[in-house]
Nanobody, 124 residues
């Protein structure tokens, strides 16, 4: 499985961005896709995840109500719609994949595949 994230950029506080992650390599329906982010000087943290077959998704508390993860299976693409952006959302955002859905607390160590990041900067 290969992952290619895009859509980052510079946006003002309160603005919106949509990140895309193109998935290649025919992931199994059991797979789960996730978004993580890493701010300068901080550890990589979980943002959101979605089951590749659909039906389950979850979001970190810090983004719940502002960010929404979704997928388009026909386009093999996972999206992260980010609204009401704040300066603390500034980070490099990574798309990642796991071979199965996980019902516990997500962390970067759970993921099997990673794409290169896309940078998001929110100006105050």
């Amino acid at each position: 499985v290969q992952l290619q994230a895009s859509g980052g950029g510079l946006v003002q506080t309160g603005g919106s961005l949509r990140l895309s992650c193109v998935v290649s390599g025919r992931p199994s329906s059991s797979y789960a896709m996730g978004w993580f982010r890493q701010a300068p000087g901080k550890e990589r943290e979980f943002v959101a995840a979605i089951k590749w077959s659909g039906g389950s998704s979850l979001h970190a508390g810090s983004v719940k109500g502002r960010f929404t993860i979704s997928k388009d299976s026909a386009k093999n693409t996972v999206y992260l719609q980010m609204n009401s952006l704040k300066p603390e959302d500034t980070a490099v955002y990574y798309c990642a994949a796991r071979t199965a859905w996980y019902a516990g607390t997500w962390s970067e160590g759970l993921m099997n595949y990673w794409g290169k990041g896309t940078e998001v900067t929110v100006s105050s």
